[in-house]
């Protein structure tokens, strides 16, 4: 085959011509052959590249791809190869601008679009607010030193009260202290160190950093955060809670790593702990443990794992049963824990309802055994805070006080100091109700909490429980103060008392020479199933002074 154009360059410089005719030769020889000559070739594929190099390498790129396709498309190109018929300059000239008009427009397209991705893929891995890399980079970041092999350690602090100063100081102060929090960790570990991982925790990366040193560190910033500051003219109080754990002692995956590093700030979060917390499996070992005794507890009303005990409370002026408190215990085949503590975790966990619904239910319903049985007790049963955020327990209660056919008198309601306090106003509704019911409300554990004496006057309380505590410790002179101010309280209010946790003798006689009204505790009787009962309130029937149960 025999090119002009080629032919003209070998005049030039013999030794360049050479290489550069033989790399032409080749190349137009390949296309054109491929093609047939311009005539044949599909010389609009060319707006591929073209518009590919406007994507990957901009306007420029797009117009030097443009030049480079018509010159190959162009003068050493015969327009059909079988008849060697060759181009016209301004057939590949034409050829040429149209090319360089595309990809100047493609390159001038692509440019806002191009501006526009790098800047959402900005966004993407950027907090806005801070101008801190967020968990995205963090993550890659992970990934990058875990697949070198290196060592590093990581930080977790946690603005544990930002929601409470959002709720109840200022949002924007809240927004200041996230700011400030970041500002001084900035201060500490340096910005490229510092990752924004949520709306109130940061979380730190330390290349090649002993657990020890990333600990005196973060020890150091909290410190510095501990220090109260002033916001807008208040003074802010910032409590930051810390974890920390280090790779590849605690793993070397991105996920487990952010996990376990969670993991052990929720833990910080339980114990208040004032220096940072460092991961360990035992945290893992106690997570799924609290998992399962969640799971088996929410699957024991099903199971009917649940039984209910009653502990007689005594009038000690007659020696007669006043009544009876309900108690719930959980029967488990491995795990042993008492109502204190499961109580706990199902109001943490959110179906305490169901467990009081349950409660109330047997209660009501031995009520009317019991009463069938020719013993007419009255059973009080404990009510925690999370029953009083709507009726529904209320109305429950009514609803089976009803298909039970039982005096309401006979149920009473034990609530806490706390119960009360968390939301006086949505109590205060729902115990004018109770006791429009009839149903009698007491206050359990009297004097370890916060009631006040407004709420004592102005809500419909019956009866008065005081603690153990004072009962236990009732040879101080302290606490007999205590004890008979209170029941010369409660008796100027018209409210009875219980003296909870009674033991001894001594304790009772104590009591009564400070005219309590009722005793509970060991002395007279543990809690009983409601079989035990019906034995003990017989014998005490008949042991009792006048032999009549209240
Ligand atoms: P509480 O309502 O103050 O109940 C009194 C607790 O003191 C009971 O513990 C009872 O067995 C114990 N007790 C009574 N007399 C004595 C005594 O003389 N000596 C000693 N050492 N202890 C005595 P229990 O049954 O373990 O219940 C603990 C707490 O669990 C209860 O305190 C109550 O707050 C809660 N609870 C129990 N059952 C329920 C329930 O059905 N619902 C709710 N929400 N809480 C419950
Ligand atoms: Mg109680
Ligand atoms: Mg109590």
Redesign the pocket.
């Known amino acids: 085959m025999k090119i002009k154009g080629l032919e003209r360059i070998r005049f030039l410089t013999p030794g360049l011509a050479a290489v550069v005719t033989l790399g032409m030769e080749a190349l137009v020889g390949a296309i054109t052959y491929l093609a047939g000559g311009t005539q044949f070739a599909l010389t609009h594929l060319m707006y591929i590249p073209i518009i590919l190099a406007a994507y990957y390498l901009n306007l420029w790129g797009a117009i030097s791809s443009a030049v480079i396709g018509g010159l190959i498309l162009g003068p050493w190109m015969p327009m059909n190869v079988n008849g060697n018929v060759a181009q016209t300059n301004p057939d590949f000239i034409f050829r040429t601008c149209i090319f360089m008009l595309v990809g100047m427009i493609a390159g001038l397209l692509f440019q806002p679009i191009k501006t526009n991705t790098s800047e959402q893929l900005h966004i993407s891995f950027m907090e806005a607010r801070t101008g801190l890399s967020n968990l995205n980079t963090l993550r890659y970041e992970i990934s990058a030193l875990t697949h070198e092999k290196k060592k590093f350690s990581m930080l977790a602090f946690r603005i544990a009260n930002l929601f409470d100063i959002n709720a109840y100081v200022d949002y924007s102060i809240g927004e200041k202290s996230f700011l400030y929090v970041a500002e001084k960790l900035e201060n500490v570990f340096g910005k490229q160190n510092v990752f924004m991982a949520s709306m109130d925790t940061y979380m730190i990366l330390l290349p090649n950093t002993l657990l020890e040193y990333a600990n005196a560190m973060a020890i150091k910033a909290e410190d510095i955060l501990a220090a109260p500051v002033t916001m807008d003219g208040l003074v802010v109080r910032l409590e930051v809670q810390c974890a920390a754990l280090h790779s590849p002692s605690h793993g070397t995956d991105t996920d487990e790593l952010l996990r376990k590093l969670k993991i052990a700030l929720d833990r910080n979060n339980q114990e208040h702990s004032q220096t940072p917390v460092v991961f360990n499996d035992e945290m893992i070992r106690q997570n799924r443990e609290k998992f399962e005794t969640l799971t088996a507890l929410y699957a024991a009303i099903q199971k009917n794992e649940f039984f209910m005990v009653y ?1 007689p409370v005594i009038h000690v002026a007659s020696r007669t049963i006043r009544g009876v ?4 215990r959980w029967n488990h085949t491995n795990i042993h824990m ?3 503590e499961f ?1 706990n975790i199902a109001e943490k966990a959110g179906f ?1 309802n169901e ?2 619904k349950w ?1 109330i239910q047997h209660s009501v319903q031995q009520i009317r055994i019991w009463q069938d049985a020719g013993i007419r007790t009255k059973i009080a ?4 805070s999370k029953d009083l955020n709507d009726d529904s327990v209320i109305s429950y209660a009514q609803e089976c006080i009803k298909t039970n056919g039982i005096d309401p008198q006979l149920l009473g309601f ?1 609530l806490t100091e706390r119960v009360i306090t968390e939301n006086e106003a949505k109590v205060r509704t729902l115990l004018n109700r109770m006791r429009a019911m009839g149903v009698n409300i007491s206050i ?2 009297f004097g370890t909490g916060y009631n006040s004496l407004i709420q004592l006057v102005t809500l419909p309380i019956a009866c008065l429980k005081i603690d ?1 505590f004072f009962i236990d410790h009732i040879e101080y002179e302290n606490n007999q103060a205590v004890i008979r101010e209170t029941i010369r309280l409660a008796h100027s209010l018209k409210m009875e008392v219980i003296a ?4 001894t003798e001594r304790q009772l006689h104590l009591l009564e020479k400070m005219d309590c009204d009722n005793i ?4 007279f009787s543990k ?1 009983l199933s409601a079989k035990e009962y019906i034995e003990f309130a017989t014998a005490y029937q008949q042991n009792s002074k006048s032999g009549e149960i209240k």
């Open positions: 502990q408190e309900g108690l719930l008492g109502p204190g109580i305490i467990i009081t409660v049963v404990n009510v925690s034990e359990d554990d153990k909870e946790g009674v033991e509970q505790g060991y002395y809690p």
